[in-house]
């Protein structure tokens, strides 16, 4: 009879690329994933990893487990899903991952008042970028995931994925109150065309929704620091180093050196979405998360 925790653990090996990487996405120790392949091995009678480098890959055989499995892997998902739905049970561990701005403004106060309403749910923080968040979630090693898209950058979501719409965010161009542009009640990106700009690092989603905010000027923002917290960003606004593009979701207060300007043509917004696999729709606690999450964006609407 093959393990299924230790099809687990070689799923983990197979999507992080290690075996010190799939501990720590599940939350193991490197030796105890290692005794899991092992046994699995002996299990099926087939080497299953071989090292490349310092890494390992999945073998032929290997790869055929994890493939087959998976959807074992899934099946058993939803029935443990349903099983909880017969019970109305709000119980169980949940693996929840998103970016940092959410897990500020929006998950840390869901979180607290989860743990109060159910305390027989376990949620598990992880703080990723997106795309990293939608591989954890549809590869199995998270339940729950919240991601943004904006605009027209691409964000890829596999078919087997459930999206749900939490939140539309604005993000504002912010400035020293100092600075010409604090004048201004609002601003294109005709206006910033001459601006230095404090950014997050190339290949980011922010720093990809950035660059095409310019794509009427024909010029590319002026990039004069980067930076990949946002709370940076305004540290070094505050300095006079700079402007920034900072959304208002779980951002820090500005003080009284700081002014917003609202942007325009176009309006940098930002969708925040929920992710979880169909085989856990029928799971009450995924249900009870989602609603939280989508309760906590109400109560923000609404201030």
């Not at 965010?169 to 990106?189: F, G, S």
């Not at 917004?269 to 609603?291: D, G, K, N, W, Y």
Request: include cysteine.
């Amino acid at each position: 009879m093959i393990d299924l925790a230790a099809l687990v653990a070689l799923r983990a090996v197979d999507t992080h690329g290690s075996v010190v990487a799939a501990a720590d996405a599940l939350g193991f120790t490197p030796s105890a994933v290692s005794q899991q392949v092992k046994r699995l091995e002996r299990q099926v009678g087939l080497p299953l990893l071989e090292r490349i480098g310092r890494g390992v890959m999945l073998t032929h055989a290997g790869r055929h487990l994890v493939e087959e499995g998976s959807r074992l892997l899934a099946d058993m998902e939803s029935l443990e899903s349903g099983l909880h739905e017969q019970a109305t049970t709000v119980a169980g561990r949940l693996r929840l991952t998103a970016f940092s701005t959410a897990m500020r403004g929006l998950i840390a106060p869901v979180a607290g008042e989860l743990r109060t309403a159910h305390p027989d749910l376990v949620l598990t923080l992880s703080e990723r970028e997106p795309w990293d968040t939608v591989d954890l979630v549809a590869t199995g090693h998270s339940e729950i995931g919240v991601v943004h898209s904006w605009g027209d950058v691409p964000l890829s979501i596999p078919d087997h994925l459930v999206i749900t719409d939490l939140h539309r965010d604005v993000a504002d161009v912010i400035a020293h109150r100092d600075h010409p542009l604090a004048q201004l009640a609002k601003v294109t990106p005709h206006d910033l065309v001459a601006e230095d700009w404090i950014a997050t690092p190339e290949g980011t989603i922010c720093r990809q929704w950035l660059n095409r905010m310019y794509a009427g000027t024909g010029r590319l923002p002026k990039i004069a620091h980067v930076s990949m917290e946002f709370d940076s960003h305004l540290a070094l606004v505050r300095a006079g180093l700079g402007i920034a593009l900072i959304p208002r979701l779980g951002r820090a207060e500005l003080g009284e050196d700081l002014v917003a300007l609202r942007v325009v043509d176009p309006v940098p917004t930002r969708e925040i979405l929920a992710l979880h696999r169909r085989t856990m729709a029928a799971s009450p606690a995924v249900t009870a998360v989602l609603a939280a999450l989508a309760d906590q964006n109400s109560a923000e609407a609404s201030d």
